[in-house]
């Protein structure tokens, strides 16, 4: 059962790779190996110290993983999005102060 958790983030991994291939990315190539080795060093450590947390950090995970392929395959190029940045930190801003009125309990 422990070895499921990273089985499934390396699948999800190496379909992103293969993906990024096919969809011949201008990403980076150093970035996702370096992400993918801190990523599943801190699941480790995180399964080690608490499963339950793990297995949603490790949800969680795959479904960024996803819309990451989602940003790759349908907004190639990113870098035209420069000019949307007030609009992006306005966003971010609302995003981070919404935590105020609909959190629950400090630290959770």
């Known amino acids: 059962m422990a070895w499921l958790l990273p089985l499934a983030v390396s699948t999800a991994l190496w379909s992103i790779h293969l993906a990024l ?3 011949e990315s201008r990403a980076d190539e150093l970035i996702l190996p370096l992400v993918a080795a801190i990523l599943l060093l801190s699941l480790t450590t ?3 110290l608490d499963r339950p947390c793990a297995f949603w950090q490790v949800l969680w995970t795959i479904l960024g993983l996803g819309l990451a392929l989602m940003e790759q395959a349908f907004l190639p190029a990113v870098r035209e999005l420069r000019s949307w940045w007030p609009w992006f930190l306005a966003l971010s801003i609302s ?4 935590t105020l009125l609909w959190g629950v309990e400090a630290g959770g």
């Open 95 to 98: 995003f981070l102060f919404s």
């Open 21 to 23: 291939i096919y969809l």
């Open 46 to 48: 995180l399964y080690r």
